[in-house]
């Protein structure tokens, strides 16, 4: 199993910028991906970056791509979401999510193993 602690949310006023943190532990060999997802209150859970454990390879939502960046190190196991130029339509709580499994990057349903989620809120 994994274990996700997501950390870094806060309040920011739109055009600022936040870094959430994913650390993770337990069973990390063989994780195939792992991504950020978010949720606005009463809006479905939504997919925002992910990244391929072994190539590195990302992916981004259309409404974050050019101003979120994921990115790991290794090193320390953590997942990084580097988000700029915030605006108001991103506050959201803010998961990180791990696969050992490789799928539909963008769906919730393929990631087995969850955060607790991180508050994220731009004001305008």
């Known amino acids: 199993q994994v274990q996700l602690v997501e950390s870094g949310g806060g309040a920011v006023q739109a055009g600022g910028s936040l870094r959430l943190s994913c650390a993770a532990s337990?069973?990390?060999?063989?994780?195939?991906?792992m991504a950020w997802f978010r949720q606005a209150p009463g809006k479905e859970r939504e997919f925002v970056a992910a990244m391929t454990w072994r190539d590195g390879d990302t992916y981004y939502a259309d409404s974050v791509k050019g101003r979120f960046t994921i990115s790991r190190n290794n090193a320390k196991n953590t997942v990084y979401l580097q988000m700029n130029s915030l605006k108001p339509e991103d506050t959201a709580i803010y998961s990180c999510a791990a696969t050992y499994y490789s799928g539909d990057y963008n769906r919730p349903g393929e990631y087995g193993y969850w955060g607790q989620g991180t508050q994220v809120t731009v004001s305008s």
């Open positions: 337990g069973r990390l060999f063989g994780i195939y991906a």
